[in-house]
């Protein structure tokens, strides 16, 4: 990587899968220590749980002190606040969301993912509403937030123009349905690849990682991938930015392998 760029996290969702025992974790390792071998082969992990339910503070503080320096976590905001009729109403499960420990990931702390319905379609006041709530820093702690839209009514110039008006980034999605949106805003990019297959040793084909790996150092190198879809007007300052990519698809037994591989390219 070039001195004047972000950095790149490469990961996978979530550290406990039993398939992945015997395959990416070795035989017989304990449970316990799963989070901690994952993290020593890979840069980032996206935490699922929390859209489905609160953690505690004594969870948060345990996975910090599991994984090591310079390895972040991506969290996903809860399902209250994003599956629900008005995003503007979301205030109070944004609070008990950030309440619950959330800060207790120290420097491990990385983006929150909010991911919508994919029956959810934009309304420009509704969405806004919504950005509105994100807090922008607790405790002279910044935060930062990313969006993932799952409706192809977002593919439309003025969503772009909203989330660079929040400074708030759309998740770029890899998926079979899901619209992508490659528009870059804000100071980070956060990539979804859910296209791997598990018949493929290393999840994707050797040139569609290398393809990747050229992707995720033209974003953090502050340009944008020429072969991927955008909708927005205008061209998004060049900046260095920091890169987020979870390799998570459905099977997602070799996930890891892609993520791991993924790192290895980039070196």
Known sequence: MKGNAGSIRIGIGGWTYEPWRGVFYPDKLPQRRELEYAASK????????????????????????????????SLKGPRFATNR???????DSIKRFYDSGVLELGDRLGPVLWQFAPTKKFDEADFGGFLDLLPRAIDGRKLRHVVEVRHDSFCTPQFIALLRKHNIPVVYSEHATYPEIADVVGDFVYARLQKGQDDIKTGYPPKALQAWAKRLEAWAEGGAPADLPKVGDGQPKKQARDVFAYVIHEGKVRAPA????LIRLIG
Do not use: C, H
């Not at 002190?65 to 976590?73: K, Q, T």
């Open 42 to 73: 890979l840069t980032s992990i996206e935490i699922n749980g929390t859209f489905y339910g609160s953690q505690k503070p004594e969870s948060f503080r345990k996975w910090a002190s599991e994984v090591p320096d310079g390895f972040v976590f």
């Open 258 to 261: 892609a993520a791991m591989e």
């Open 85 to 91: 009729k008005v995003l503007a109403e979301a205030g």
